[in-house]
């Protein structure tokens, strides 16, 4: 339709002026307010098909994302700033909230045998069976810990903000 045609222009022509500033960011999002697609702007998973048409959105998430995982079985797993893991289904519709941790979730990585590592704030790493349900819980960093590496031999290593990368066979 003629409305929307022009709404996209007008956002496109934003994006073109600003893409890359704090301001044209925020210039962004006034516009797309304006236009009446608050549910976009404000959503934290917006589904688009191959053509850029708006399939879905939702809110889930109550922080900012820190972390993305695509699981081998077509999954998504994403984790915030608050702590929570959402496990979404392959197609994006439905999703199960796992509140594990206790700081911001910085880091996810799926290890050789599906088990999933989580790395968070909260000086914690946490390994997951492929239900979501807790394995083991690390607490050797002594300060949040920001990155997870999975192993070829199905181990992972984690590195923090203590200086320390430890190394789980």
Request: charged share 25%.
């Amino acid at each position: 339709n003629e409305s929307f045609s022009s709404n996209v222009s007008e956002i496109n022509t934003i994006l073109g002026e600003v893409r890359d500033t704090t301001q044209g960011q925020a210039e962004l999002l006034k516009t797309v307010r304006r236009l009446k697609i608050n549910e976009i702007a404000e959503a934290n998973v917006v589904v688009y098909d191959k053509f850029c048409r708006l399939l879905s959105s939702y809110k889930v998430h109550s922080d900012i994302v820190l972390a993305l995982c695509r699981l081998r079985d077509g999954r998504l797993v994403s984790g915030d700033k608050a702590g929570k893991i959402v496990v979404w289904d392959k197609d994006l519709k439905k999703y199960k909230i796992v509140l594990q941790h206790y700081g911001g979730v910085l880091c996810i990585k799926q290890l050789k045998d599906g088990r999933v590592v989580t790395a968070s704030m909260d000086q914690t790493v946490k390994l997951w069976d492929l239900d979501f349900k807790v394995l083991n819980v690390y607490k050797e960093h002594q300060g949040s810990v920001n990155s997870v590496l999975a192993l070829k031999d199905g181990g992972f290593a984690s590195g923090g903000s203590d200086c320390l990368i430890n190394v789980w066979k």
